[in-house]
């Protein structure tokens, strides 16, 4: 009797001290002038036939919700679930474990139910000797169950129901007891229905009925709820799912969510130069080859990337979800990119891009005043293609299957519920990825629109599948391995590196460049691996008919383009490394006319080949882009290192140049793309790309030689003319750097261009 009291006091209590309720967790007592309140629950709302029984018993903890913020009333409960509910509802004193049952161990989750409810007589086991924890409880046994929990009295009412001849006998006093108490009526139709399992919902009504009757609980007004707020197409899994919690951050919780169990198969931590992984590994149980790893990109400044990757090598679907619950919030707002309709087309050098852009920000704004923000990443669903050759070498791409929105969530009260749905269909990867901040990853609306309609115009040249290798990009129709559908993507070098975000940092030093700059650095040092230079992993199809090379090479466009992103981005960052790329690339061009990679004018003049194949000995042809842009790093190199090597190999390019620029132009005045190594031009340039190299040739030679600049601005002259000519326009590089060579007046007619064409 006096665990009963003290159950009553506590309600007195609770009535008493309502606002602190509502404060702690979200509820209270209403009246008719009270304002509505937040729910716990997003299928727990005005509408549930048992919100007010559910509330008051969640909020005395003597039931609890499951991680991903459902109740999911309809779900069965077991014999253990209602000995520990039935537990914390009477609070039971803890008994210490006994070999009473066959499937309750010393170490068993049900211990402390089991033991006490038995201990107290409610329930007593069955007669195979075991407790039952799996089995569902029927509705007979929670009639047995309750009327042994709250010792009620048969009234000498006599009540029977239209099955009585189906509840078992050892159950029927129960059944009748609970009808005479009323705390249960029976079905619509005048039946008791005793073998069908009972669902939390139901069996919190009965508790809560039984727990009024014997006063452990004070009966409080109905409560109405606020609609809660919903993100993306939120909707709710009725069914059981499985949850395991990922040590992710302390600031907010989550969980790995799925119809099978996450087992946890292990943490690492891998070192970047500028970044740190910790990557979490989980294996699903009952289907081995399906795994789910979480990266955590940890950045220098506390914000984090999260790249999640589902992979299946077995046939069939599969779907996990990534749950975040995070408290302390007042409003979220989400702003989507697709604010910015993108305009599709195709092209011969690329067909169709089936991707976009990113989902969009989740800004926060925290009940002390402060925002953060959160970039989410769509997910993409893929197959990896491999190819191998003779040689050994492989060549790797994926076909994209699918771009899908991943994020939904809800703002309860003060808890934001984040979900985001990885959804795999058999034999592919899932990737989704997300950036977090507690800071503002814009400075402003203004900035964070800018950037987002920058993403749809150029939507082709912007990144938007990351993951924690590195991005994926639409590769041109001219690689292998290529999917029929024509849908191949890859690790393209040059946008692993991001000189446009490089752009927008130095301009705005927003926080989401840094970000992207730092994640930059990051997938470049895990692409390169243990060498000291960067190899393609996709072969291209038109040097495999030219030359028969096959994935990997160096591509030496991709290394000039990386060694000067590294060089400018380290200074930006402060890296103490910073150039160390340019060094090591600068000692490659170096070392290639030992090598035979060389197209050769005479002694002292040379080109050098834009490729270098890794499992093949061939030279290939010198285009006028590569061959600027190696000179250009070697003229860079020079004046970091001074080391003679590197100007001796610049010297011996723009002699080789100078002798021949006659030929390198064209007679329309634009510039030949290539020479052969039989010392043969041919092919249509680049619109800009050419004009912005030889710009920056200029400028080099300014510093360092003089005397070598007629043939670079004869070059410019001839290559600007081209294009004013035919109004292709230029770029915001090709006009900075006509204006800083004082040769502005040759600024090509047609419109500005934020990337080469």
Same mark, same amino acid.
């Given at each position: 009797?006096?665990?009963?009291?003290?159950?009553?006091?506590?309600?007195?209590?609770?009535?008493?001290?309502?606002?602190?309720?509502?404060?702690?967790?979200?509820?209270?007592?209403?009246?008719?002038?009270?304002?509505?309140?937040?729910?716990?629950?997003?299928?727990?709302?005005?509408?549930?036939?048992?919100?007010?029984?559910?509330?008051?018993?969640?909020?005395?903890?003597?039931?609890?919700?499951?991680?991903?913020?459902?109740?999911?009333?309809?779900?069965?409960?077991?014999?253990?679930?209602?000995?520990?509910?039935?537990?914390?509802?009477?609070?039971?004193?803890?008994?210490?474990?006994?070999?009473?049952?066959?499937?309750?161990?010393?170490?068993?989750?049900?211990?402390?139910?089991?033991?006490?409810?038995?201990?107290?007589?409610?329930?007593?086991?069955?007669?195979?000797?075991?407790?039952?924890?799996?089995?569902?409880?029927?509705?007979?046994?929670?009639?047995?169950?309750?009327?042994?929990?709250?010792?009620?009295?048969?009234?000498?009412?006599?009540?029977?129901?239209?099955?009585?001849?189906?509840?078992?006998?050892?159950?029927?006093?129960?059944?009748?007891?609970?009808?005479q108490h009323g705390i249960t009526t029976g079905k619509e139709d005048g039946t008791f229905d005793p073998k069908t399992a009972v669902n939390r919902g139901t069996y919190v009504v009965f508790l809560h009925r039984a727990m009024l009757q014997n006063g452990l609980i004070k009966k409080l007004p109905a409560i109405e709820f606020i609609k809660p707020e919903m993100y993306g197409n939120y909707e709710t899994i009725r069914h059981e799912q499985q949850f395991v919690e990922v040590p992710l951050t302390t600031s907010a919780k989550t969980y790995l969510r799925s119809n099978n169990a996450m087992l946890f198969a292990g943490e690492k931590t891998l070192q970047h130069a500028h970044a740190t992984d910790i990557v979490y590994t989980y294996r699903m149980s009952g289907y081995p080859g399906v795994t789910v790893e979480l990266t955590k990109r940890e950045l220098p400044n506390g914000d984090y990337f999260l790249f999640t990757e589902l992979r299946n090598s077995r046939n069939i679907p599969v779907s996990v979800d990534?749950?975040?619950?995070?408290?302390?919030?007042?409003?979220?707002?989400?702003?989507?990119?697709?604010?910015?309709?993108?305009?599709?087309?195709?092209?011969?050098?690329?067909?169709?891009?089936?991707?976009?852009?990113?989902?969009?920000?989740?800004?926060?704004?925290?009940?002390?005043?402060?925002?953060?923000?959160?970039?989410?990443?769509?997910?993409?669903?893929?197959?990896?293609?491999?190819?191998?050759?003779?040689?050994?070498?492989?060549?790797?791409?994926?076909?994209?299957?699918?771009?899908?929105?991943?994020?939904?969530?809800?703002?309860?009260?003060?808890?934001?519920?984040?979900?985001?749905? @990885?959804?795999?269909?058999?034999? =592919?990867? !899932?990737?989704?990825?997300?950036?977090?901040? *507690?800071? &503002?990853? #814009? /400075?402003?609306?203004?900035?964070?629109?800018?950037?987002?309609?920058?993403?749809?115009?150029?939507?082709?040249?912007?990144?938007?599948?990351?993951?924690?290798?590195?991005?994926?990009?639409?590769?041109?129709?001219?690689?292998?391995?290529?999917?029929?559908?024509?849908?191949?993507?890859?690790?393209? @070098?040059?946008?692993?590196?991001? =000189?446009? !975000?490089?752009?927008?940092?130095?301009?705005? *030093?927003? &926080?989401? #460049? /840094?970000?992207?700059?730092?994640?930059?650095?990051?997938?470049?040092?895990?692409?390169?691996?243990?060498?000291?230079?960067?190899?393609?992993?996709?072969?291209?199809?038109?040097?495999?008919?030219?030359?028969?090379?096959?994935?990997?090479?160096?591509?030496?466009?991709?290394?000039?383009?990386?060694? @000067?992103?590294?060089?400018?981005?380290?200074?930006?960052?402060?890296?103490?490394?910073?150039?160390?790329?340019?060094?090591?690339?600068?000692?490659?061009?170096?070392?290639?006319?030992?090598?035979?990679?060389?197209?050769?004018?005479?002694?002292?003049?040379?080109?050098?080949?834009?490729?270098?194949?890794?499992?093949?000995?061939?030279?290939?042809?010198?285009?006028?882009?590569?061959?600027?842009?190696?000179?250009?790093?070697? @003229?860079?190199?020079?004046?970091?290192?001074?080391?003679?090597?590197?100007?001796?190999?610049?010297?011996?390019?723009?002699?080789?140049?100078?002798?021949?620029?006659?030929?390198?132009?064209?007679?329309?005045?634009?510039?030949?793309?290539?020479?052969?190594?039989?010392?043969?031009?041919?092919?249509?340039?680049?619109?800009?790309?050419?004009?912005?190299?030889?710009?920056?040739?200029?400028?080099?030679?300014?510093?360092?030689?003089?005397?070598?600049?007629?043939?670079?601005?004869?070059?410019?002259?001839?290559?600007?003319?081209?294009?004013?000519?035919?109004?292709?326009?230029?770029?915001?590089?090709?006009?900075?750097?006509?204006?800083?060579?004082?040769?502005?007046?040759?600024?090509?007619?047609?419109?500005?261009?934020?990337?080469?064409?």
């Amino acid at each position: 009797m006096k665990m009963f009291q003290n159950r009553k006091m506590k309600g007195l209590v609770k009535v008493g001290l309502i606002a602190i309720v509502i404060s702690m967790f979200g509820f209270g007592v209403l009246n008719a002038n009270a304002n509505p309140v937040s729910p716990n629950f997003t299928d727990v709302h005005n509408d549930f036939w048992a919100k007010d029984e559910v509330t008051q018993l969640v909020d005395l903890n003597i039931i609890n919700g499951y991680p991903d913020k459902q109740f999911r009333p309809s779900l069965e409960v077991s014999r253990a679930q209602a000995a520990n509910l039935m537990t914390n509802a009477l609070e039971l004193p803890f008994s210490p474990y006994k070999p009473i049952f066959k499937d309750v161990s010393a170490k068993s989750s049900h211990l402390k139910g089991a033991m006490a409810t038995y201990e107290a007589g409610i329930f007593l086991g069955k007669q195979d000797g075991t407790f039952g924890v799996a089995d569902s409880l029927t509705r007979e046994q929670m009639a047995t169950v309750i009327v042994r929990a709250f010792k009620l009295q048969d009234t000498g009412e006599d009540i029977t129901f239209k099955d009585d001849a189906k509840i078992s006998e050892s159950h029927k006093f129960g059944v009748k007891v609970l009808a005479q108490h009323g705390i249960t009526t029976g079905k619509e139709d005048g039946t008791f229905d005793p073998k069908t399992a009972v669902n939390r919902g139901t069996y919190v009504v009965f508790l809560h009925r039984a727990m009024l009757q014997n006063g452990l609980i004070k009966k409080l007004p109905a409560i109405e709820f606020i609609k809660p707020e919903m993100y993306g197409n939120y909707e709710t899994i009725r069914h059981e799912q499985q949850f395991v919690e990922v040590p992710l951050t302390t600031s907010a919780k989550t969980y790995l969510r799925s119809n099978n169990a996450m087992l946890f198969a292990g943490e690492k931590t891998l070192q970047h130069a500028h970044a740190t992984d910790i990557v979490y590994t989980y294996r699903m149980s009952g289907y081995p080859g399906v795994t789910v790893e979480l990266t955590k990109r940890e950045l220098p400044n506390g914000d984090y990337f999260l790249f999640t990757e589902l992979r299946n090598s077995r046939n069939i679907p599969v779907s996990v979800d990534i749950i975040q619950t995070e408290k302390g919030l007042s409003k979220g707002v989400l702003y989507e990119y697709s604010r910015f309709p993108i305009k599709k087309n195709v092209d011969d050098t690329f067909g169709f891009d089936l991707t976009t852009y990113p989902t969009g920000i989740f800004e926060k704004i925290n009940t002390d005043g402060t925002v953060s923000q959160r970039m989410i990443g769509k997910s993409y669903q893929s197959v990896e293609l491999n190819q191998k050759y003779a040689t050994g070498a492989e060549s790797h791409t994926r076909e994209l299957k699918q771009e899908s929105e991943a994020f939904s969530g809800a703002m309860l009260g003060e808890t934001q519920l984040s979900v985001y749905t @990885l959804k795999s269909r058999g034999f =592919d990867v !899932v990737d989704q990825w997300l950036m977090s901040s *507690e800071e &503002r990853l #814009f /400075e402003d609306r203004k900035q964070m629109d800018s950037w987002m309609l920058e993403s749809a115009v150029n939507y082709k040249k912007r990144n938007k599948w990351y993951t924690a290798k590195g991005p994926y990009n639409k590769m041109a129709v001219t690689i292998e391995p290529m999917p029929k559908s024509g849908r191949g993507y890859g690790r393209n @070098l040059l946008l692993v590196k991001e =000189d446009r !975000v490089m752009a927008l940092y130095t301009e705005t *030093e927003a &926080r989401y #460049f /840094e970000n992207l700059l730092y994640n930059s650095f990051a997938n470049l040092d895990i692409f390169r691996g243990p060498l000291t230079y960067w190899k393609t992993e996709v072969t291209s199809t038109y040097l495999k008919d030219l030359y028969g090379i096959t994935a990997p090479f160096v591509d030496t466009r991709f290394n000039e383009q990386i060694a @000067l992103f590294m060089y400018n981005g380290g200074k930006a960052f402060n890296h103490k490394d910073y150039n160390v790329a340019l060094k090591n690339y600068a000692d490659l061009l170096v070392s290639q006319k030992a090598k035979g990679n060389t197209i050769n004018v005479d002694n002292k003049s040379y080109y050098i080949s834009d490729y270098f194949p890794s499992a093949q000995k061939v030279t290939t042809h010198s285009s006028m882009n590569h061959l600027l842009g190696g000179m250009n790093v070697l @003229l860079l190199a020079y004046q970091e290192f001074k080391s003679p090597a590197y100007l001796a190999a610049a010297t011996s390019i723009q002699s080789a140049l100078e002798k021949e620029k006659n030929k390198w132009i064209r007679p329309d005045g634009d510039i030949w793309y290539k020479i052969s190594l039989e010392r043969k031009f041919s092919g249509r340039d680049y619109v800009h790309l050419t004009l912005e190299d030889l710009i920056n040739s200029y400028e080099k030679w300014s510093v360092v030689d003089q005397s070598k600049l007629p043939v670079f601005e004869e070059m410019i002259r001839s290559k600007a003319g081209y294009l004013d000519k035919n109004k292709l326009g230029y770029t915001t590089k090709i006009k900075k750097g006509l204006e800083r060579i004082g040769m502005s007046d040759l600024l090509p007619a047609g419109k500005e261009h934020t990337d080469a064409l």
